[in-house]
């Protein structure tokens, strides 16, 4: 059974404080890690998406790796406007064989930045 | 861009009574979902379709049926509504690809169960 495991569950940085995200992951196979960002009241909004062991993504003050086991959501000179809660899901290739593009999620982290 | 577009957006329903949850996606996706989000719970797979006519369950699919007779829209019903079944409920659709597919979610809908 595929298993997501964020953490932490919540974080509160100042304005300017880096940090990182961490989501671990237990899966057959990986097809594909995916970042997702949840405003309050809106559905997950698309980030990035990791394929293989290595690969690193970017975006204004984010960067996403990727490891075997770990994908680390990292937030360089956070603004308020970050504040979000933080999702992360694997997708799997399916056992069977046959096409499978369902995500398991894990719970998510709730980022909070202070201005 | 619409995107992924859910109706309705807020409903509130007495115990027993029946529903159907309403997405429609515009961007020609082979694949759509539905997911249900509880407090401490995350994101849970209900049903799922790889293609018009196709359905399959997810995770939690007892208490709801699905409907894909048109490739754009996908239904979730609630055929007797219980309270468990309050959730806010996400439609999402993908398209078809040998690499990690990308998963595109709509807006939500609040169903309460009273």
């Known amino acids: 059974e595929d298993q997501v495991t964020q953490s932490p569950e919540a974080l509160r940085l100042q304005e300017g404080e880096s940090s990182s995200l961490n989501c671990s992951y237990t899966v057959s196979g990986l097809r594909g890690l995916f970042w997702y960002r949840q405003d309050p009241g809106k559905g997950p909004e698309f980030l990035f998406t990791?394929?293989?062991a290595g690969e690193e993504k970017e975006k204004e003050r984010l960067k996403a790796t990727l490891t075997k086991k770990e994908s680390f959501l990292h937030i360089t000179a956070p603004k308020p406007e970050d504040s979000a809660t933080y999702l992360c899901?694997?997708?799997?290739?399916?056992?069977?064989?046959?096409?499978?593009?369902?995500?398991?999620f894990g719970k998510g982290t709730l980022l909070t930045v202070n201005p | 861009n619409a995107g992924v577009t859910q109706t309705p957006k807020f409903r509130v329903l007495k115990t027993g009574q029946s529903m159907t949850l309403l997405c429609a996606q515009d961007?020609?996706?082979?694949?759509m979902y539905w997911y249900r989000q509880d407090p401490g719970m995350g994101l849970r797979l209900i049903h799922y379709s790889v293609g018009e006519g196709t359905t399959a369950k997810g995770e939690v699919p007892d208490g709801y049926n699905v409907s894909r007779l048109k490739k754009q829209n996908f239904l979730l019903g609630l055929e007797s509504a219980a309270p468990s079944q309050t959730s806010v409920y996400f439609c999402?659709?993908?398209?078809?690809?040998?690499?990690?597919?990308?998963?595109?979610f709509g807006e939500g809908s609040w169903l309460t169960v009273v």
């Open positions: 990791l394929y293989s």
């Open positions: 899901a694997v997708q799997a290739f399916s056992i069977s064989g046959g096409s499978n593009y369902k995500l398991t």
């Open positions: 999402a659709s993908s398209r078809t690809g040998r690499s990690g597919n990308t998963i595109y």
């Open positions: 961007m020609n996706h082979e694949y």
